[in-house]
């Protein structure tokens, strides 16, 4: 996510590079363009590579107006946002899959379970909900997924930018930062890959 300015100001589009040793890179590239003039703000909300394809997840907002209101996650109330899509079998040639979901905000783009579904975690920029994103099928990353709501924990935490693991067992971990700025993760759990989850 390149802002022209700061982080989520006006015109901040989503560029790559790319390297087949980790040390020597290619040039950038961006993946899409954001005009200043259109007050959009796109951010990378993360990659994933399956069936021969890269899709890039972009979430697209509105002016988070960076410029008065202070940093934090919590300028993202009263957004409207949407999750995007790019897919490329070369990475050259970007096709554009738009409004995958409404109102969720990713910070790591899905990867595979044990039984081969894909899973990601956002969380609902009304009532900060966290959110499970599901993607039955690899065939089908760029299409919208199935959405599954995280129960909420009477001792807060407010869940975002979430990010999970599976053990060998299958339960899935995932833990979430605290917007309320309480200095705790919080985690919770889901046995059946993803469908349901503790609170």
């Known amino acids: 996510s390149t802002g022209l300015l700061h982080e989520d100001y006006v015109g901040q589009e989503v560029h790559m590079a790319w390297s087949t040793d980790g040390l020597h890179w290619s040039e950038p590239q961006v993946i899409v ?60 040639h970007w096709e554009h899959h738009e409004n995958l979901n409404d109102n969720i905000y990713l910070f790591e783009g899905p990867r595979p379970t044990l039984s081969g579904k894909y899973i990601c975690c956002g969380f609902d920029v009304i009532n900060h909900d966290a959110m499970m994103l599901i993607w039955d099928d690899a065939s089908r990353l760029a299409e919208p997924p199935r959405v599954v709501r995280v129960p909420s924990s009477p001792e807060g935490p407010l869940p975002e930018q979430g990010t999970w693991y599976q053990t060998g067992d299958g339960r899935i971990y995932m833990f979430h930062r605290d917007t309320s700025v309480s200095c705790r993760l919080g985690l919770n759990w889901s046995d059946d890959d993803g469908e349901t989850w503790s609170k």
């Open 33 to 92: 363009h954001t005009h200043p003039e259109s007050k959009i703000v796109r951010n990378n909300a993360g990659l994933c590579a399956a069936g021969g394809k890269l899709y890039n997840y972009v979430c697209v907002a509105n002016d988070f107006r960076r410029d008065v209101v202070p940093p934090g996650m919590m300028g993202l109330v009263q957004q409207k946002i949407r999750l995007d899509a790019y897919s490329t079998a070369d990475l050259l």
